[in-house]
């Protein structure tokens, strides 16, 4: 939980989910981490209650999982979730 108040502090050793390592890439500091693992990779958003994890590989491309996480994770923070 506080690697999301600095996404980058996870980039020199990694995401480890499920036994799988995934290179994080990017993140919003206090709401999205994202990986990347070959052709795949995960987007995890944080809500007031939850944290909604999506892991996609091909066809599917990193900016629909993006979308589709966060706004389910906007929804569920308006929602007060």
């Given at each position: 939980?506080?690697?999301?108040?600095?996404?980058?502090?996870?980039?020199?050793?990694?995401?480890?989910?499920?036994?799988?390592?995934?290179?994080?890439?990017?993140?919003?500091?206090?709401?999205?981490?994202?990986?990347?693992k070959?052709?795949?990779?995960?987007?995890?958003?944080?809500?007031?209650?939850?944290?909604?994890?999506?892991?996609?590989?091909?066809?599917m491309?990193?900016?629909?999982?993006?979308?589709?996480?966060?706004?389910?994770?906007?929804?569920?923070?308006?929602?007060?979730?």
């Amino acid at each position: 939980m506080n690697d999301f108040n600095e996404p980058g502090s996870l980039a020199p050793t990694g995401l480890f989910l499920g036994g799988t390592k995934y290179m994080v890439i990017q993140g919003e500091a206090g709401a999205v981490i994202r990986g990347k693992k070959g052709p795949g990779g995960v987007t995890i958003k944080k809500t007031a209650m939850s944290l909604i994890v999506g892991i996609y590989t091909e066809p599917m491309i990193p900016g629909q999982c993006n979308m589709i996480i966060e706004k389910l994770g906007d929804y569920l923070l308006d929602q007060g979730f």
